[in-house]
């Protein structure tokens, strides 16, 4: 539900997407999320929550966080995928081998642990962790983010060439991973009108393989760098370089096809 709504807000431009967005992420948070330990709880209900850990809760919330994240670029919001994903790394990823287990370490009740690779219905933890990483390492430049998805796509390789009709997720995270994604950065205040505007037009177009972000929290370095232009500008980056910054939405919708 989350990132369907941060995603509607970010396309429609509807505030009542994006509030319900917003509503949704703070009842996790407060109810379903210990800050302490850095656990994400199954279920709650009349005040009380389970302790089953499942790979599947934490990537598909990491998924739903960046993609608010990216419809808002309120630093919070990137803070919180950061602790959502450093938690699903060490609960879940298989440091020798690479890929995510379905079960946590200290699983009480399983004969063994298993590794999700198929895409049904609804893609698998694996799938849905491997391109939350990458995209989430695109906007922070952390190799420790980056590393064990590109460990995930290597344990995965054989089925993705030999049955790539069973992890069809997990292709569009091999596509994302195979170039270098491109950055848009929105430098200045996020929350202005204008900025809201340029975000707006940075969705305009469905292009799976950039990021969106802002220049300030915990963002990569170099897009701290980008400085506003008396008011919200739009950068375009590739590695270390950027396209002449535009405060145009005419423009930014131009450049994007």
Request: hydrophobic residues 40%; proline residues 5%.
């Amino acid at each position: 539900m989350l990132g369907a709504m941060a995603r509607a807000y970010a396309v429609l431009g509807d505030e009542k997407y994006r509030a319900a967005a917003e509503k949704n992420l703070a009842f996790i948070r407060a109810k379903l999320w210990d800050k302490e330990t850095k656990t994400l709880y199954h279920r709650w209900r009349d005040g009380e929550r389970d302790n089953v850990q499942l790979l599947e809760a934490y990537a598909f919330q990491l998924d739903g966080v960046i993609q608010l994240y990216e419809a808002t670029l309120d630093p919070k919001h990137l803070d919180f995928a950061i602790a959502l994903a450093e938690a699903m790394i060490a609960k879940f990823y298989d440091d020798e081998n690479g890929g995510f287990w379905q079960s946590a370490a200290d699983s009480k009740d399983l004969i063994l642990r298993m590794k999700d690779d198929y895409d049904g219905a609804e893609p698998s933890g694996n799938s849905v962790a491997t391109l939350a990483l990458l995209k989430l390492a695109a906007i922070t430049d952390r190799e420790d983010f980056r590393k064990p998805a590109e460990a995930t796509l290597r344990l995965f390789a054989a089925r993705l060439e030999k049955i790539p009709q069973a992890v069809p997720y997990m292709h569009q995270a091999l596509d994302f991973w195979l170039e270098e994604p491109r950055r848009v950065v929105i430098a200045g205040d996020p929350h202005s009108a204008k900025a809201q505007e340029l975000i707006g037009a940075a969705h305009s177009a469905y292009q799976p393989n950039k990021v969106v972000l802002g220049n300030s929290g915990s963002v990569e370095e170099f897009a701290r760098t980008l400085p506003a232009k008396d008011g919200p500008v739009v950068y375009f980056c590739t590695g270390k370089a950027c396209q002449p910054p535009t405060s145009e939405t005419a423009k930014v919708k131009e450049l994007l096809r």
